[in-house]
């Protein structure tokens, strides 16, 4: 059982940021990747930014060039720092670890942190 705490969400005004912080219960290089989801009411949610256990990051291209995901293995704490924001950036912003079992990939989840912007 990986517990995640997310923290950081808040209101922001166009062109602003944020840095959001997921901090998990266990060792993250146990994990095989950490993510960042976002999820508008009415859309499934999407995939915003991955870190695998080495590092190797991947980004919605909505956010390329914007947001930066990186981690502290030593804290086992991940954060998305968002620069530019806009409003279509507005959702609930959840943290995902993926976790690799013998039957396949096992997914934990935050409680999720609102971002909104606007001015």
């Known amino acids: 059982q990986v517990q995640l705490v997310e923290s950081g969400g808040g209101l922001v005004q166009p062109g602003g940021s944020l840095r959001l912080s997921c901090a998990a219960s266990?060792?993250?290089?146990?994990?095989?990747?950490m993510n960042w989801y976002r999820q508008v009411p009415g859309k499934e949610r999407e995939l915003v930014a991955a870190i695998t256990s080495v590092s190797s990051t991947n980004y919605a291209d909505s956010v390329k060039g914007r947001f930066t995901i990186s981690k502290d293995n030593a804290k086992n704490t991940v954060y998305l720092q968002m620069n530019s924001l806009k409003p279509e950036d507005t959702a609930v912003y959840y943290c995902n670890a993926k976790l690799r079992r013998a039957i396949g990939f096992v997914d934990y989840w935050g409680q999720g942190t609102q971002v909104t912007v606007s001015s």
């Open positions: 266990t060792n993250i290089l146990s994990i095989y990747a």
